[in-house]
């Protein structure tokens, strides 16, 4: 039959319950179990069914449903509590961590841009990590009251669902979302219209629309190209995420990074600090030098000096495919219009990313783009930092990779959104209700003694239970999905052991993350898995991306083993890993299985998640467990320390694994007494709940990057821009200075006594050196000894000592000289240098190359 017409028609909420709308409307939901619980409440089974998504859930609930919701007087005692919990929320703008520390603050916001957040999983805008992680940044921002607005892409098809065929590939399916699923509004501005940028993309005009997603208090806008107005192919550009080949990656980078400032502006903001996480962003440094040379006057060099006081750059990976490269062929392709508009020629615009390969390649690299234009840039650990100092070492020619400036804030996961809504109850019952605001104090973690460890084994039972039966759903959908019979599936059944020891091991399927090193020796692992006193199960999960072969060869093999009969129900792989699986695997496990190839875990994140919920970390000593580790909360597979040989590597880290388990895992987990209870496994989960959450949350990351970067970075930021830039155009002239007179600069040393031989400890050095200065002056310098200390030939770290200007020998040359100390005994090698020297300079190797060392 024809219609005449089709209408849709949505439930009416009632009246008295009407804030659910309001409450679907927020991200502050994401991280309120009791919110998901007044939904939960209403339909269980469609807030299941809808990846617990409240806009979809609203849409689809029957009537009647809601009806009864709304007469039910306990539904209302609780969406009452709920609606006050969020308006308080919403209105504590003068009374936030960020507003009691900053009080003057009164300038721009903080920028944020990614291209991709993971705040839930029914908004599935995100890939792995680093979307979460950002997610994380912003949930953080908000309950901190810290001004900041976010960026990014909306995609049509988001990442992709991954499916495992009965061969064990993955296949990758993409879904066409429907927007209006998704807890989005259209950015308008303040006279309501909605908000539109444009970019140029090879002659034409490519626009994009901007939705805005309320994250708390923090918003989050999103750019879409897929409008009516675009050609087919401009309207792919947000088709999905990391998708499509490398010209579609500069396209959607040159809209993050250009359409993003765009939207910013468009929305009437003025930011103060522009972070780029990650370095998919870093075109906005060029749209922003853009503006200033433009709009406002400045010059190319001028524009940069401004641009870089307030950008704060933040690198992700060690992992060479992590870092985008493209051909400087491609860059002259999309920005062959652009860098003329800069007052740049091509060279001076190309050396701002440019890279230069052992082969004598030249590519454009997004990181040292991101590095050159940001005064202030971070790795995300103690460890990673001193991996992103040495791979970026030649960034800065002339300093060694200790001095590189790439300071660090180890990553941390959002309390709320990954402690088990029922470890939360717990440690508000032992630690007291205002626990979460007091995480970073010592003596309020001493009370998780408090909690009796039955009943803090029993929970974590009960959440075990929860997975085991997610386990199963899981199972069953994708066994049905291959063809098996009634009976076959009936079996999964027999699946997921409550009563054994539990390991988890779920991240992308990236091969340096060795998800196949367990089963290096096969026989050692059958025996310890099949121990019928002392079973042991393995839960696997993760995606690999699309183009990434051995990644996905890696999720066959482990599918593989998965169906041998010694490993029958003993190693299990789950299909389309997930927050929401995320989330029932690091509070259900009884161990976290980490164990990439050293050095190459930045930070990662889910075993933090999983250590705040008593899952114990079993880890390389790599990312952010080489500072979480302490001897007490978890174990270390390997040393602390990297390898040369792969294989060597593999072979230790697998040997270390299997004999903890033997000797030290499965032992303690089941030396249970008369209780039924591990008194030292409790007692290490307690250790892990305590030291973990203590530390690896982001409410504690995001005030390191208030203080280390944010704060200061804007401080610079307000200075160099006052009075239509007058600092940023002073300091800009200096550096020209410096760099026109920097070759002619020579450095005479002159030692008071021969150095060569040994010395004894606190023995005093005295160093001259007469320094020729043409054209720059001394107060532009700083002249300074390096005294290294050697181990084994390399420099193990380094002392400065500042020379004192003594006199102008001559027209241009001036005497310096100091006196120091030895400390201690060793063996040192000893230089002079001069660096720039200008109080404006937030740290010393602050312009890149300009150093001088005797010739
Ligand atoms: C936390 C999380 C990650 C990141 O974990 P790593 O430790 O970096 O592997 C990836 N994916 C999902 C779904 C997560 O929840």
Same mark, same amino acid.
């Not at 709304?70 to 504590?92: G, I, P, T």
């Not at 870093?282 to 870089?308: D, K, N, P, S, W």
């Not at 929401?580 to 980490?594: E, F, K, P, Q, T």
């Not at 821009?721 to 410096?738: I, P, R």
């Given at each position: 039959?024809?219609?005449?017409?089709?209408?849709?028609?949505?439930?009416?909420?009632?009246? !008295?319950?009407?804030?659910?709308?309001?409450?679907?409307?927020?991200?502050?939901?994401?991280?309120?179990?009791?919110?998901?619980?007044?939904?939960?409440?209403?339909?269980?089974?469609?807030?299941?069914?809808?990846? #617990?998504?409240?806009?979809?859930?609203?849409? #689809?609930?029957?009537?009647?449903?809601?009806?009864?919701?709304?007469?039910?007087?306990?539904?209302?005692?609780?969406?009452?509590?709920?609606?006050?919990?969020?308006?308080?929320?919403?209105?504590? $703008?003068? $009374?936030?961590?960020?507003?009691?520390?900053?009080?003057?603050?009164?300038?721009?916001?903080?920028?944020?841009?990614?291209?991709?957040?993971?705040?839930?999983?029914?908004?599935?805008?995100?890939?792995?990590?680093?979307?979460?992680?950002?997610?994380?940044?912003?949930?953080?921002?908000?309950?901190?009251?810290?001004?900041?607005?976010?960026?990014?892409?909306?995609?049509?098809?988001?990442?992709?669902?991954?499916?495992l065929?009965?061969?064990g590939?993955?296949?990758?399916?993409?879904?066409?979302?429907?927007?209006?699923?998704?807890?989005?509004?259209?950015?308008?501005?303040?006279?309501?219209?909605?908000?539109?940028?444009?970019?140029?993309?090879?002659?034409?005009?490519?626009? =994009?629309?901007?939705?805005?997603?309320?994250?708390?208090?923090?918003?989050?806008?999103?750019?879409?190209?897929?409008?009516?107005?675009?050609?087919?192919?401009?309207?792919?550009?947000?088709?999905?995420?990391?998708?499509?080949?490398?010209?579609?990656?500069?396209?959607?980078?040159?809209? %993050?990074?250009?359409?993003?400032?765009?939207?910013?502006?468009?929305?009437?903001?003025?930011?103060?600090?522009?972070?780029?996480?990650?370095?998919?962003?870093?075109?906005?440094?060029?749209?922003?030098?853009?503006? *200033?040379?433009?709009?406002?006057? *400045?010059?190319?060099?001028? =524009?940069?000096?401004?641009?870089? =006081?307030?950008?704060?750059?933040?690198?992700?990976?060690?992992?060479?495919?992590?870092?985008?490269?493209?051909?400087?062929?491609?860059?002259?392709?999309?920005?062959?219009?652009?860098?003329?508009?800069?007052?740049?020629? #091509?060279?001076?615009? /190309?050396?701002?990313?440019?890279?230069?390969?052992? $082969?004598?390649?030249?590519?454009?690299?997004?990181?040292?783009?991101?590095?050159? /234009?940001?005064?202030?840039?971070?790795?995300?650990?103690?460890?990673?930092?001193?991996?992103?100092?040495? @791979?970026? $070492?030649?960034?800065?020619?002339?300093?060694?990779?200790?001095?590189?400036?790439?300071?660090?804030?180890?990553?941390?996961?959002?309390?709320?959104?990954?402690?088990n +809504?029922k470890l939360?109850?717990?440690? !508000?019952?032992?630690?007291?209700?205002?626990?979460?605001? &007091?995480?970073?104090?010592?003596?309020?973690?001493?009370?998780?003694?408090?909690?009796?460890d039955h009943e803090l084994w029993e929970t974590h039972q009960q959440l075990k239970k929860e997975l085991i039966e997610y386990i199963r759903k899981s199972i069953k959908a994708q066994r049905s999905?291959h063809?098996e019979t009634v009976e076959q599936l009936e079996e999964v059944n027999q699946i997921g052991d409550e009563k054994a020891l539990t390991i988890g091991f779920a991240r992308?399927?990236?091969?340096?993350?060795?998800a196949d090193l367990i089963f290096?020796d096969e026989e050692r692992l059958k025996k310890i898995l099949n121990d019928p006193d002392k079973p042991v199960q393995l839960i696997f999960a993760g &995606?690999?991306? +699309?183009?990434?072969?051995?990644?996905?060869?890696?999720?066959?093999k482990i599918y593989e083993y998965s169906r041998k009969p010694e490993f029958q129900n003993k190693v299990i792989i789950l299909e389309n890993y997930?927050?929401d699986m995320a989330r029932h695997l690091v509070s259900g496990v009884d161990i976290w299985l980490n164990n990439?190839? #050293? +050095?190459?875990?930045?930070?990662?994140?889910s075993g933090?998640k999983a250590g705040?919920n008593g899952a114990i970390n079993f880890?390389? /000593?790599?990312?952010?467990?080489?500072?979480?580790?302490?001897?007490?909360?978890g174990w270390?597979?390997?040393?602390?320390?990297?390898?040369?040989?792969?294989? @060597?590597?593999?072979?230790?880290?697998?040997?270390?694994i299997y004999?903890q388990l033997e000797k030290q895992i499965v032992p303690m987990y089941y030396e249970k007494g008369e209780t039924d209870v591990s008194k030292e496994w409790v007692?290490k989960m307690?250790?892990s709940?305590?030291?973990?959450?203590?530390?690896?949350?982001?409410?504690?990351? @995001?005030?390191?990057?208030?203080?280390?970067?944010?704060?200061?970075?804007?401080?610079?930021?307000?200075?160099?821009?006052?009075?239509?830039?007058?600092?940023?155009?002073?300091?800009?002239?200096?550096?020209?200075?410096?760099?026109?007179?920097?070759?002619?600069?020579?450095?005479?040393?002159?030692?008071?006594?021969?150095?060569?031989?040994?010395?004894?400890?606190?023995?005093?050095?005295?160093?001259?050196?007469?320094?020729? /200065?043409?054209?720059?002056?001394?107060?532009?310098?700083?002249?300074?000894?390096?005294?290294?200390?050697?181990?084994?030939?390399?420099?193990?770290? %380094?002392?400065?000592?500042?020379?004192?200007?003594?006199?102008?020998?001559?027209?241009?040359?001036?005497?310096?000289?100091?006196?120091?100390?030895?400390?201690?005994?060793?063996?040192?090698?000893?230089?002079?240098?001069?660096?720039?020297?200008?109080?404006?300079? +937030?740290? !010393?190797?602050?312009?890149?190359?300009?150093?001088?060392?005797?010739?």
């Amino acid at each position: 039959m024809d219609f005449i017409s089709k209408i849709t028609v949505v439930p009416k909420i009632p009246e !008295k319950i009407l804030g659910l709308k309001e409450l679907s409307e927020n991200m502050w939901w994401t991280w309120n179990y009791k919110t998901q619980a007044l939904f939960e409440t209403i339909d269980k089974e469609l807030w299941e069914s809808t990846q #617990r998504n409240p806009v979809t859930f609203l849409k #689809r609930v029957e009537q009647k449903k809601l009806n009864t919701a709304a007469e039910d007087s306990k539904f209302n005692e609780l969406y009452q509590e709920v609606m006050k919990e969020f308006s308080n929320y919403m209105n504590e $703008n003068s $009374n936030t961590w960020f507003s009691k520390t900053h009080r003057s603050f009164k300038d721009g916001e903080i920028a944020y841009f990614c291209m991709e957040y993971g705040l839930h999983e029914s908004f599935p805008m995100y890939s792995g990590g680093l979307g979460i992680l950002a997610g994380d940044h912003l949930k953080s921002a908000s309950d901190l009251g810290i001004p900041l607005i976010a960026i990014g892409l909306l995609y049509q098809k988001g990442y992709f669902i991954q499916r495992l065929n009965s061969e064990g590939w993955q296949e990758s399916i993409f879904l066409d979302y429907d927007f209006s699923d998704f807890p989005i509004i259209p950015a308008k501005e303040s006279n309501g219209d909605e908000i539109y940028v444009d970019i140029d993309l090879l002659g034409k005009k490519v626009f =994009a629309k901007v939705w805005q997603v309320k994250v708390g208090r923090v918003n989050l806008y999103l750019l879409d190209t897929n409008l009516m107005q675009n050609d087919p192919e401009d309207r792919e550009i947000t088709s999905t995420l990391y998708g499509g080949d490398i010209e579609m990656r500069i396209k959607q980078e040159i809209l %993050i990074g250009i359409g993003g400032v765009k939207a910013v502006r468009k929305l009437g903001y003025n930011p103060s600090v522009w972070h780029m996480n990650e370095g998919h962003a870093a075109f906005l440094g060029l749209e922003r030098i853009r503006e *200033l040379v433009q709009e406002h006057g *400045l010059t190319f060099q001028e =524009a940069i000096e401004a641009v870089r =006081a307030g950008n704060v750059f933040t690198t992700h990976t060690p992992v060479p495919a992590g870092n985008d490269v493209f051909s400087i062929s491609l860059i002259d392709k999309y920005f062959g219009d652009f860098w003329p508009k800069l007052g740049a020629s #091509r060279q001076d615009f /190309l050396n701002l990313g440019l890279e230069k390969r052992q $082969n004598a390649e030249e590519l454009f690299s997004m990181t040292i783009l991101a590095l050159k /234009l940001s005064g202030r840039s971070n790795a995300v650990s103690r460890l990673h930092g001193e991996v992103s100092r040495k @791979l970026w $070492n030649h960034v800065w020619p002339g300093i060694e990779w200790l001095e590189v400036p790439i300071n660090y804030v180890t990553n941390g996961v959002h309390i709320d959104t990954w402690l088990n +809504p029922k470890l939360q109850e717990s440690l !508000k019952e032992y630690l007291g209700a205002d626990w979460m605001s &007091k995480i970073d104090d010592p003596e309020l973690w001493e009370k998780i003694d408090n909690i009796p460890d039955h009943e803090l084994w029993e929970t974590h039972q009960q959440l075990k239970k929860e997975l085991i039966e997610y386990i199963r759903k899981s199972i069953k959908a994708q066994r049905s999905r291959h063809g098996e019979t009634v009976e076959q599936l009936e079996e999964v059944n027999q699946i997921g052991d409550e009563k054994a020891l539990t390991i988890g091991f779920a991240r992308r399927f990236a091969t340096y993350k060795r998800a196949d090193l367990i089963f290096s020796d096969e026989e050692r692992l059958k025996k310890i898995l099949n121990d019928p006193d002392k079973p042991v199960q393995l839960i696997f999960a993760g &995606k690999a991306h +699309p183009a990434d072969k051995p990644g996905q060869e890696l999720i066959k093999k482990i599918y593989e083993y998965s169906r041998k009969p010694e490993f029958q129900n003993k190693v299990i792989i789950l299909e389309n890993y997930d927050m929401d699986m995320a989330r029932h695997l690091v509070s259900g496990v009884d161990i976290w299985l980490n164990n990439p190839r #050293r +050095p190459r875990e930045a930070s990662g994140t889910s075993g933090q998640k999983a250590g705040m919920n008593g899952a114990i970390n079993f880890s390389v /000593l790599d990312g952010w467990w080489v500072e979480g580790y302490n001897g007490k909360n978890g174990w270390a597979i390997g040393d602390n320390r990297d390898y040369e040989d792969l294989k @060597l590597q593999d072979k230790i880290d697998s040997v270390s694994i299997y004999n903890q388990l033997e000797k030290q895992i499965v032992p303690m987990y089941y030396e249970k007494g008369e209780t039924d209870v591990s008194k030292e496994w409790v007692s290490k989960m307690k250790e892990s709940i305590k030291s973990v959450t203590s530390f690896f949350n982001t409410a504690r990351m @995001l005030k390191e990057y208030t203080q280390k970067l944010y704060m200061p970075a804007l401080e610079q930021h307000t200075r160099f821009s006052n009075d239509d830039f007058k600092l940023a155009k002073e300091f800009a002239g200096w550096v020209k200075l410096l760099k026109e007179n920097w070759d002619s600069i020579k450095i005479h040393v002159k030692l008071d006594q021969d150095l060569t031989g040994v010395k004894n400890a606190e023995e005093e050095i005295g160093v001259q050196a007469e320094i020729y /200065l043409p054209g720059i002056g001394p107060d532009s310098i700083l002249p300074e000894v390096v005294f290294a200390r050697l181990k084994d030939g390399k420099i193990a770290n %380094i002392r400065r000592y500042d020379m004192k200007l003594i006199k102008e020998v001559q027209k241009d040359t001036y005497l310096y000289s100091v006196k120091f100390k030895i400390e201690d005994r060793g063996e040192y090698g000893i230089n002079v240098r001069v660096t720039p020297n200008n109080p404006l300079m +937030p740290h !010393k190797n602050y312009l890149m190359g300009l150093v001088k060392y005797p010739q």
